[in-house]
Every structure is written in C-alpha cells, then in structure tokens.
C-alpha cells in the first residue's frame, strides 16, 4: 500500500512552513499535491542530515560517540534533542543559523 501520509504527519507545523516557503522561493509552485508533499518529505530528509552535521561538528569529541550510539539504537527525534540540549551550548541558535544557511544553499541565494 502507498505511504498516505502527509507532510504535517511527520513533521511539526513550524518546519512544514519553513521547507514549504523553500519550495516556494525555489520557484516551485502550481504542483500536484501529492509532488509537493514528497518534495516536501525529501526536503525535509536533507535538512535534518545538514542540521545533525552542523550540530556533530560543535560535539565535544567525547560526546561524539555516545551520540552515534543513540542513532544506531534508533532513538527517536526527542530523545536525541535531549541528548543534545544538555551538549551544545546555544543548540537553538544553531539550528536557527543553519536552517538559513539551507535556504540559502537551498534556493541559490
């Protein structure tokens, strides 16, 4: 069976606004539904690999491995924030940053 679900069942409504409004500046507007909301599935995949590699490079190496343990095991999405809460100092500011550098790469800006 296809995957039915939609973009806001994965992702919290904040970073649907985000991805969507990259889309947008992109120029990619006027597409079937069920595109968009795949390209916003695979937007979404890119920039959370571009937001863990931005915060892995401000890890303390110490912090490093448990960190890719926590990954390995399947943590989920809170429970790997919560890890990193309490190991990067300014951890908001960085994925605020790094979200408008994606853009930027993103749309070409």
């Known amino acids: 069976m296809a995957n039915d679900q939609t973009p806001s069942s994965f992702m919290d409504p904040g970073t649907e606004a985000f ?9 990619i507007r006027d597409v ?3 595109l968009h909301d795949q390209m916003l599935q695979d937007l979404a995949v890119r920039l ?9 490079k401000k890890l303390e190496e ?7 343990s926590l990954i390995d095991k399947g943590a989920n999405q809170q429970e790997i924030m919560e ?7 300014n951890l908001q500011e960085i994925f605020v940053q790094e979200m408008v550098n994606f853009k930027k790469a993103y749309v070409g800006a």
């Open 32 to 34: 079937p539904k069920a």
């Open 62 to 68: 110490k912090d490093a491995q448990p960190l890719e």
């Open 19 to 27: 991805l969507d409004s990259c889309l947008y500046d992109k120029g």
């Open 48 to 56: 959370e690999t571009w937001l863990m590699q931005a915060v892995f």
């Open 83 to 89: 890890f990193l809460q309490g190991r990067v100092p």
